[in-house]
Each structure stands twice: as C-alpha cells, then as structure tokens.
C-alpha cells in the first residue's frame, strides 16, 4: 500500500504537524487517554471493496433466522438482560491486514462485536487529519456515500428515534474518566444527549430517572458504553443506581445482550476466505501439532485481556471450562504502513449502524496501528506511528 499519497505524506511529515494534530484534536475537550498515532490509512479501493465483501458476508450469519439460536448460549447466565430487541444497533467488524495466497492485501476478521465504538470521536479524527496535514479534501472516512451532515443525521436517528433529546442518555460506569471519554463528548456535542455515569441515575420502580438541576428527567432510552466484563467482579456498583439486568421501563441502544452474541462466539459459525478457521475448544477432537499457528482467546474477556499468542499444549489441557474458549489459527498481520522507521501493521474496525425498520449500513472506520506483538493501544505504548487512527478513501457515491 505504498502509493504516491503515501510517500507525499511521509515527505511533508514533521513533529511539529503531529503535535499540532493533536493540540486540534484535544480543543475544547478532556484530554485524550489513549495515543492516536502519527499518521491515518490511506485505503486503496481494491481493499475498500474486499472490506465490504467481508463486513457484507458476515451480516448475512447475523441476519439468518437462526442466528438467535446459534448464539443462545454465548450470554452469561448471570449478565442476562431481559426485553432483548430484534437486532443490533451497532456492528463493528475488527479486520486485520494480510497478504494473500495471491500476494495480494487482504482483510483477515479478528473480532467483532455487536456493541457501539467511537462513532463520534473517528469522524473528528478524520476531519482533523485533513485539516493538520492539509490533506486533499476528497478523502472521506465514511462509506456509501456519506458525508458528515447525513452521518450525524444518521447515527442521531439510531440514538434518539422519535424520543426527547433530554430522555436519551450516554451512560458508562465513570463515563467522564473512561479511556474514550473524548468519544462520550464529542457525541453529546453532535447529537444533544446527556453523558450519565452509573451513579447519577436512581430507579424508582421500573423507571429510572436523573436530576437536571431540581428537576427529575425520566429516561427512556440508554445508549450502552457500560461493558459488563469490566465490573463483573464489583457489581456492588449497582447498589446505589440500578442493575440493568433487572425488568425496566426503557430501550437500550444496543440491548446488551448483543454484546455476547456478536463476539469471538459467533466466528466459528463463519467459514470464509476472510475468516481465520476458529473452533470453540471443547470441539477441538485432537491438539494441533502446529500449535505455533494458533491462538487461544477467552470467549468473555475484551481488548485482548487473556488471550495466549505462543501455545503450548499445556495451555491447552489445563483449561477446565473449555467451552469458554476458542482455538484460532493466527493471523499474521503485513506491515503494509510505511513509516519514516519500517513497516507498521495495520487494522481496520468496520462501523454500521442499523436503524429499526432498516437494513444495516456500513457508515465509518476506525483503524489501528501496531510494532507490537498485539494491536491494541496498551500493546504499543512505548513506540511510534502506533495507535488509534481512521481510514481515509477516495469519496464515492454508493
């Protein structure tokens, strides 16, 4: 992926436009907790289009009348949440970058998850890299014709249907302090909706409700940030709010049982040239001799928390709750950035937005960059052209 924009970029690149990029970036916001690299992806359309052909064939498994009973058993018993609806609201499909048989760069899925990401934050990301770089003013990070306007219209729809705006909330556990809080702030700037931490909302029967002033606003509709694995050691933090898997007088937006069924749960289930083979390990009828080529990941577990990179087969048998656990061949990741110091391996998150009554719509990306062994932020804390970015491509009309 080394093309002309590319190698103009990286001619024109200085320290003193990065650190511009994100003195624009953190304007009128909290600080950003999370380091957003250097530079963003310039995708080529012979990738665009492969990214579409994957995200198009994994909706069709999600779309399939069975898809709730294929995945029944991927909720937690305990982290059930009733009045679960038809389908997500989100979908974010994570894809790592390869070659090919053909040599050719291909996307490989290495996550997915039925559960909202920085959907406000990656459109100020992208407009900002255009302004700081002075970057042609065709490149979009939005697919099927989007523009800015129509993507906030959008994504407003999905959050706030035909609900007040005041009854509509943000909500996460410490929502001002969590890693992607830039993300919470830039949507309540877009869209209008409050950002609510668990503590301040209060239940009262079925309802739940927040103080605005001395005034008590009933809420209708929850937009989820709230990860139930991140607390499920300390569900004290209900005690003094509510617990969501209690019977409730409001939508979520996405239900949070989607969580679970769109996951490293619902991988086995795909076979396609996109896909790495996966299998949940209690199917596993004889151990790899290969091991080097696999992974082991926790079903529930997010962020690459407990996943096992170099197998060895006592990884393996001193596992008790097989179930939980998938066995993936390994993706090897191409360093197809190149960066002032090397190649640098690459990601990219597909983002929809599925409005009821609608077909899902692929809308945005999110992108990462990677030295380390993992792709995740914390995994590359210590280099640089690493870290969160965005795609940009040429526009186009769907």
Not at 69 to 84: C, F, G, H, M, R
Not at 339 to 365: F, H, T
């Amino acid at each position: 992926m080394v093309t002309k924009l590319r190698k103009l970029f990286n001619a024109n690149f200085s320290e003193e436009k990065y650190q511009s990029l994100l003195k624009q970036l953190a304007k009128g916001y909290p600080e950003i907790f999370f380091r957003v690299a250097e530079t963003p992806i310039f995708i080529l359309d012979s990738l665009k289009q492969k990214l579409i052909a994957a995200g198009d064939e994994i909706i069709a498994l999600i779309k399939q009348e069975n898809f709730k009973d294929l995945t029944q058993k991927s909720i937690p018993n305990n982290w059930a949440v009733p009045n679960e609806n038809d389908h997500p609201h989100f979908l974010t499909f994570d894809f790592g970058l390869c070659k090919d048989d053909d040599g050719e760069i291909s996307p490989m899925l290495i996550e997915m998850q039925g559960f909202p990401s920085l959907y406000g934050f990656q459109a100020h990301l992208a407009n900002t890299y255009k302004t700081a770089y002075n970057l042609p003013t065709q490149l979009t990070p939005f697919f099927n014709g989007l523009t800015e306007e129509t993507y906030f219209d959008l994504l407003k729809k999905v959050l706030v249907g035909n609900y007040k705006l005041n009854e509509v909330v943000l909500m996460d556990i410490d929502a001002p302090n969590q890693k992607t809080a830039i993300d919470f702030f830039v949507t309540a700037k877009k869209i209008g909706i409050k950002i609510l931490s668990l503590s301040d909302i209060k239940k009262e029967g079925k309802q739940l409700f927040y103080l605005q002033g001395d005034k008590k606003i009933q809420i209708k509709r929850i937009y989820n940030r709230l990860i139930f694995d991140e607390i499920a050691n300390n569900t004290t933090v209900f005690d003094k709010s509510f617990d969501p898997r209690e019977e409730l007088d409001i939508e979520w937006i996405t239900h949070p049982n989607w969580f679970y069924r769109i996951s490293k749960y619902t991988m086995p289930f795909l076979k396609s040239k996109f896909v790495p083979e996966t299998q949940f390990l209690h199917e596993v009828k004889s151990i790899p001799s290969d091991l080097e080529n696999y992974v082991l990941k926790p079903l529930f577990s997010f962020a690459g928390m407990g996943v096992i990179i170099d197998v060895k087969e006592s990884d393996i048998t001193s596992i008790k709750d097989t179930e939980n656990w998938v066995l993936q061949r390994k993706v090897n990741y191409e360093p197809v950035l190149e960066s002032p110091n090397g190649g640098v391996k690459a990601e990219i998150r597909l983002m929809y937005l599925w409005p009821d009554g609608q077909e899902p719509q692929l809308c945005i990306n999110l992108a990462r960059l990677s030295r380390g062994k993992m792709i995740g932020v914390r995994y590359n804390a210590n280099f640089d052209w690493v870290g969160g970015t965005v795609g940009l491509m040429k526009s186009s009309m769907p």
